[in-house]
Each structure stands twice: as structure tokens, then as C-alpha cells.
């Protein structure tokens, strides 16, 4: 044990969890001041897998890794923690074979955490760490919230209620590394691949759109590291922005693969849809080439439950979506098919204010928030609406296709 104030009393390695009637376990408290720890946006897998997180004070740093196993039914989920001691990192650690890996992303954590630039060059002229270096660089640009962890502490009033640890993890800007990354981007292919995603999601996160749209442009391991970039934006960052060209290249890519549920979350997205829709019609009438025909039909059904939420929307807020979803559905339909007929008829002819009627009934419906638990939506610190994991007005989004157009709703009666 160390005599460091934050972290002193947690030991080499700490398990507690919630009590499990179906393993015979009971519940254990996490162990004291594992709250105080910072989280460093640093994991692998999200739901299993190994979370980083450093003390403050000390410099030592944690994996947590959560175990997650299901009840008889399967619905319910009863989460154990396990969390590992792991001493500071030293660049004399990289000599070792087994602990090169960690010890290349640790001592990246800890060059960003520090600012030191200098060091940070140093490792990326290290060839035994580059890839590492690299790969960790991405993961660290975007801003990240900590995963839930149950304390399980009695005196906690709401032991069954999953907390998120900790803040929001800062990001990292790799502008000053921008020369380094273009110049990995020529190199070695699994160099490449890994500074080209590390670059665009930089590039993301400023909105720089043309230049990231120039290494989706590319071949081979740069084109495969852009797109893993907008892979992590859609599935970590909480989605992609609607960004046209972006949305685009995801739409190929997933299509070019037949991963249809990735596909399809593109389209449910109302942040995507229209830029989604749009590119199932373009690779549909052949205009955006995936290798040769593909057969479509599995993006339909979404497509059509979205052409049907747009026809209730008030024509405002629904026709551009519906007409994107009918123009794309169009495109699929082979010739003497019906797909056409499942496209229901808009009722534009509603008037604004019944379409504002509507839209207020339809949020005074959902009835007032609980406090507790929060709102799903990354970064929203409300609570939810009875029957929901959102709050109402991520709840309202979600059904309605768009976000509460009238202000502030706090005025509600
Ligand atoms: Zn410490
Ligand atoms: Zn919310």
C-alpha cells in the first residue's frame, strides 16, 4: 500500500459488486475513495473491458474492469468490478515484452496529462511504441463520459442506482502533432491506418471537414483508419454530426460490408438520416459505386418507419425527411414491386398552430421528470420521463423525429 492520500488505502487489487442471487454472491462495497479517482477516457470494449483511471495525487494508475452477468430471465444484469493497482510508468518499462503495450498507453496518458510534447515525440520515435502511441492518441481526442459503476456502499442512499464516477474526461488536442501524424500517414500500413484515424478524428472534432473528407479520399489503410474515425464518433462520441460527405463514406463502407445494423442506426438517426437516406438512393441508382449490385431490402423497413413518423410531423419539420425517405425508397423498389404502397400519405394539410398543439400536448403526455436515474443522452444532466431512460425533451426527440421546436418548455404548464 502506498501512503498517498487519495489512493493510499486501495490495494493491489480490489473486487466488489452487487449481490447476485442466480451466482450466490452478495453485494460488496467498491473500495474507499475509488470515487476520488480520474477517470482518463482511456478504455477498451465499453460494456466489458478495461477502464483507465489515474490518481490525481500520485500518478498511479487503475484498470477497472466490469463484469457484467445476467439473470435466469436474461433481464437483468448484476455488475462486478475488478480493480487493478498499476504503478507509474517508466519509459525503461517499454524494454519489457508483456508490459510494452500498457506501458506505451499509460506513459501517452500521462505526456497528454502532463503536456509534455517532448516525451511524446520521444515515444513516437520509438518503434516498439509508435503503433501504441498512436492508437491511444485517438482514443484521447474526443471528450469521453466514465462508464456507470455501482459503489454498492450501505450508507449510499441509492445503492442500486449505477453512478457515472467522476467527470467528462478532457480531450486532447493534437494540433501541435499535426506534422508528425501526415507524415505516419505515408508510412507503413498499420502506421498509417492508425495516424490516419487518430488525424481524423481530430479533424472532426475542429469540423474540418474538406481535409477530412481528403483522407476518406485516400486507399487502403487511410481510407480504413477515416473510417474507424467516424466509427468511434457514431458509437463513442453519442453520433456523427449530419455532416454529408462523412455520413456518406460510413453508408458505403457499411454497405460495401452487408453490416446492416450499423446501417441502420445511421438511419434511425435523426442527426443522419437525410444525409443516410440520400446515399442508400445514390448506391441504389448506382451513382455511389460499392463493387457491383447489392440487394437493399434490409434498410427498407426503417426507411418506411421513417417516411411514416415524417408524414405525422407537421409539414415544417417532416417534409424534408419524408421526402428523402420516399426518394430513397423509390430508388429500391424494383420494378412491379409494392415497397411504394408502405409509404404513407403525409397529412401536410395540417396549420402550424394544430401542428404546435400537437407538438405541446404530445410533451405535457409524458408527464414531469423523475430525478433519478439521469437522462441516457451523453451530456444530458436531466432525469427521465416515467417509462423512459430519457428526459422529456430527448424523449420527445426521439419519437417525434426533431428536437422541441417552441422554446423554452420549462414554461409548460
Ligand atoms: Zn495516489
Ligand atoms: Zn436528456
Redesign the pocket.
Known sequence: MSSCGICGQIGAEESWGEANPWMLTKSTPAPANFERLVWTGLHEGWFSGRHVYRCGECEAYFFLAITSSSGQAGNSDYDDYTLTRRDPPAVADLDSENRRRETAQLLTVQCCQRGDLVLLEQLLDDERARLDVLKTLAALVTPQFPPSVLLERPAAADTRTAKSIGTKSIGIDLTPLEPRLRGFVSGPPDLAQAAARALARHLLHQARHDELQSLLASDGPVHAGALRALEDARVRDGGLPGEADAVRALMRHYVRTRAWKPAIELVEDHLTFRAAAQAIREIAQGVLDVDGPVDLSPLAPALVDKASRASQAPAWAGKDNYEAAAAALEALRPPGSVTGDLIPKPKWAETSAQASAADRKFLASLGAERPEP????P????G?VSLSV??????FEMIRGYAWPHGDEAKLA
Do not use: D, Q, V
Open positions: 439521469a437522462c441516457k443522452k451530456g444530458c444532466s436531466r427521465t430519457l428526459c422529456r425533451l430527448h424523449h
